[in-house]
């Protein structure tokens, strides 16, 4: 079955409108998008032997930071690697602020 020749600006406009990131966030992997609050002004990408802070706040949608649930931990850079936050990690620098969605 042939498709008539005006279906193609169709077909582009439902490709572009149907972007997976969540608004204001890049997709950085499957299922991960991020977005970037502050540049730090750090050179370093986070290696197997580091360490780093991490904050996790937990809302629904349209709730403030946290109100679900809160932490913040160290971690050792090698643990975070091996699960979604490994494209994060690969994507950060030294002093940098982020929101990731998962």
Same mark, same amino acid.
């Given at each position: 079955m042939r498709h008539p020749w005006y279906h193609l600006p169709l077909y582009?406009?439902?490709?572009?409108?149907?972007?997976?990131?969540? @608004? $204001?966030f890049k997709r950085i992997a499957e299922?991960?998008? /991020?977005?970037l609050h502050v540049i730090g002004d750090g050179e370093h990408i986070p290696v197997a032997g580091d360490s780093v802070l991490l904050r996790v706040r937990i809302a629904a949608l349209d709730s403030p930071p946290g109100s679900f649930f809160s932490t913040e931990r160290w971690y050792a850079?090698?643990?975070? &690697?091996? $699960?979604?936050?490994?494209?994060?990690?690969? &994507? @950060?620098?030294? $002093?940098? @602020? /982020?929101?990731?969605?998962?």
């Open positions: 582009a406009l439902l490709v572009v409108a149907c972007d997976p990131a969540t @608004s $204001g299922d991960t998008d /991020m977005q850079v090698a643990d975070l &690697r091996s $699960g979604v936050l490994g494209a994060v990690l690969d &994507r @950060s620098h030294e $002093g940098d @602020s /982020m929101s990731v969605i998962t």
